[in-house]
C-alpha cells in the first residue's frame, strides 16, 4: 500500500509526452501562433505534435481515444480569436495516419472561471488558481474512453492536472497528455515528462 504522500504525489494522468523543450525555434514558433496570430505557425506545431501523439500509441487500448484540446475561457478565446490547443490538435488530425482511431471533442471540456498568470505563483497557489477553473459540460463523451489531453506548452502541470482531475471524475478511463513543448523547471520534474522518440526538435521546427 502506498504512502499518503506518495497518493498526493501522483498524478492523475498516466503519462506525459511532449515533443521538445520550450526553447529557441519551437519557442519562437509557438509565439507566433499564439502572441502574433500567425496562423501557418500550427501547420508546422501541428506536424510535431503528430509524431508525438504517434508516438504514445502503443499504449492506448483498441478503442477510440477522446482527443480534448485544453480549452480557453471564452474571454480570452475571443480576444485572441482562437484555441492555440484546438488548431495544432486539428493539424495534428489531419496529418496522423492513424487519425480514424480519435474522435476529437472541443466542446466537451469548459473553462468556466477566468484565472490568473501562474507565473511567480507557489505550488500551492498554481493549485488554488486553477481549483474549480474547468468542468465537462459533455460527460457522456468521454465516459469509458481513454483521453489525450492537448495542449502547447507543459510548465508545471498544474493546469493538465486539473483538467485530468475533471477528466477522471467524468468517467473517464485514463487520461493522457501530449503537449509540443515542455519547461525545464524543476517543479516539472516530478511529471515525468518524456519527448517523442526518433524526433529531432531543431530540424523540425526550422523544416
Known sequence: MRCGLCRRMETPYARAVAYGSYEGGLRDLIHMLKYQQIRPAANVLGR????TVAGLEPSFQDAKVCLIPVPLHQSKLRHRGFNQAELISRMALRLLPSRDRYLLCSDGLERIRQTQSQTGLTRHQ???NMRGAFRMKHPEQISGCEVLLIDDVFTTGTTVSECARILRRAGAAKVWVATVARTL????????LEPAPDTDMTMAAHG
Open 185 to 192: 523547471k524543476a517543479e516539472a520534474q516530478h511529471a515525468q
Open 48 to 51: 510535431m505534435l503528430g509524431e
Open 126 to 128: 498554481r493549485r488554488e
